[in-house]
């Protein structure tokens, strides 16, 4: 065994470490590259667009109906589509994740609290086409039973499943903020009297409030640019509505019913679609910088 | 707490009653809290129960070996999980070395500078990107920019990037739970980096990386978006071209650039034709993407259970 290397040897072992690293650098940097592609793509397509169209139209008009004879390109009412599913999502996930996360850290024993969280995993592995068709043929049908002339496309249920589909990413990063809390915290407010419930809505989550309001705002991203729940079942006509209960297209359903017809490469209607995606993208962007900005502004140092 | 010490002074001993009276608050928070975290297991039974009831009666081996037809009763998903499971392989060969590379070199070898800031807030923020804005990349890059069409390889590369950050951040955090001992140890009897990295690092960090890989892939499994994006097909009654010739050389990749059709594209679909009898069918399309997406995570699940069990450096 002790034989020693030669010059040359190790000359080539030098060499294969290089390459190796070499390799291993091109690997990381791949994806720089995936991101650079993404915005010259966007970009690029879409400057085609706005050179149609004139960005004050786009953001100002309040028909969206690129593929009619007589077009009109106003992204409202695909934004206000995708607000109205996100904001329906959110008033299921808010209270039901956050109450979930609360219990898990607070009040959870460690066996529960193991055990949940692998099936929080599996429900997050659920393909969102089957959740689609969940919204469309469960959803719907239950909520017309109370709800009066519920059409069967609606925001409503779309964004009610959405919801149930972010629960797992706003409790378990909630859940991870209210952990991260310090137990002395939790010690000297029990101390005083309080009860674990008092302590948990008053002490722990005030403590981990940006963490939980990180936790929130990526469920938000989510929610902006989820695509098959509401293709399938929020309907695709664009429509400029506050009401859930109305059917209405999102970004990602126009861009979607878009890709399944056949249009020709180079069309305005091929290059809406960019410009639609760049309006997402900027979207969900700046929620994860806002959240980004949350965790570092609001970070409590323990 | 402190509404009843404002109203009596804050002398004032807070009464028996009103301490059982926060009791049961908390003990009624509880009940909300495990009903709101059980709501998910409840939904996910829901979605299988619905599946299966609405499904399993089309679910037979003719469903199976039979192509997408315009009557719904002969209707059946050979082209969709053929589709799927060639996408996922091309997904595999590509989003797997290029992730877990990348995530050896921001553990193992990268400097703390800029470049490395700049490669850690790009990966985060990718794992941010709808994935409908990947199937626009490919729309626009591979589809008319590099003209590989709307093909498997397409598909393949596309979720692979989509993937990338799910087994980036994986592989960094198998690697990180490798003792630095392990290292040293190599190191010190004259390993070079290169053959600490492969011979040491990487075995003892495999399974926390296949578990990674695997999600990936089962999240690929289900990625319906990107590649109606990119314009699969919806309607395929034929097989990609055999990866396996009688002339030389035996092998053929001409496959790669067939068109396809995926299990997911192929539920949406039949779930967009109104009428039961093809909502049956999308009802049992989806049920086998959901077995196996569903064992897919359990596998990764099992893995690291067990794989925490026996970790003990």
Known sequence: MASRLTATQRRWQRRRERIMEGVLFLCAASSVFVTIAIVVVLVWESAAFFAHVPIATFLTDTMWTPLFADPRYGILPLLCGTMLSTAVALCVAGPLGLTAAIYLSEFASAPVRESTKPVLELLSGVPTVVYGFFALLVVTPFLQTFVPNLPGFNILSAGIVIGIMIIPYVASLSEDAMRAVPNALRDGSLALGATRLETAFKVVLPSAISGVAAAFALGISRAVGETMVVAIAAGQQPNLTFDPREPAATITAYIVQVALGDLPHGGIGYQSIFAAGLTLLLMTLSFNVFAFWLRARFREAY | ?313
């Open chain 2, 1 to 313: 707490m402190t509404d009843v010490a404002h109203q009596h002074g804050p002398r004032r001993i807070v009464s028996e009653v009103q301490v059982l009276r926060r009791r049961r608050r908390e003990r009624i928070f509880v009940i909300f809290g495990l009903a709101s975290t059980l709501i998910g297991l409840l939904v996910l039974l829901a979605l299988l129960g619905n599946l299966v009831i609405d499904g399993v009666a089309r679910l037979d081996w003719n469903f199976l070996t039979n192509f997408p037809s315009r009557r719904a009763a002969q209707a059946g998903i050979l082209s969709a999980w053929v589709g799927s499971l060639l996408v996922i392989l091309v997904t595999a060969c590509i989003g797997a070395p290029l992730g877990v590379g990348a995530g050896i070199y921001l553990e193992e070898y990268s400097a703390r500078n800029w470049l490395t800031n700049i490669i850690e807030v790009n990966v985060a923020n990718l794992a941010a990107v709808p994935s409908i804005v990947y199937g626009l990349l490919a729309l626009g890059l591979f589809v008319y920019g590099f003209g590989t069409g709307r093909s498997i390889f397409t598909a393949g590369l596309t979720l692979a990037l989509l993937i990338l950050p799910i087994v980036i951040v994986a592989t960094r955090e198998a690697i990180r739970s490798v003792p630095q001992t392990i290292r040293e140890a190599a190191l010190a009897i004259g390993a070079t980096k290169g053959q600490v990295t492969k011979d040491h690092v990487l075995p003892a960090a495999l399974p926390g990386v296949l578990t990674g890989v695997i999600i990936g892939l089962s999240r690929a499994l289900g990625e319906t978006a990107p590649l109606i994006t990119i314009g699969a097909l919806t309607f395929i009654a034929f097989l990609p071209a055999p990866p396996i010739t009688s002339e030389f050389p035996f092998v053929s990749f001409e496959w790669l650039f067939d068109g396809f059709t995926v299990l997911p594209i192929q539920a949406f679909n039949w779930i967009s034709r109104p009428g039961r009898d093809f909502h049956a069918n999308a009802a049992a399309a989806g049920l086998v993407l959901l077995i196996m997406t569903l064992a897919l995570n359990s596998i990764a699940i099992v893995l690291r259970y067990r794989l925490r069990k026996r970790l003990q450096w």
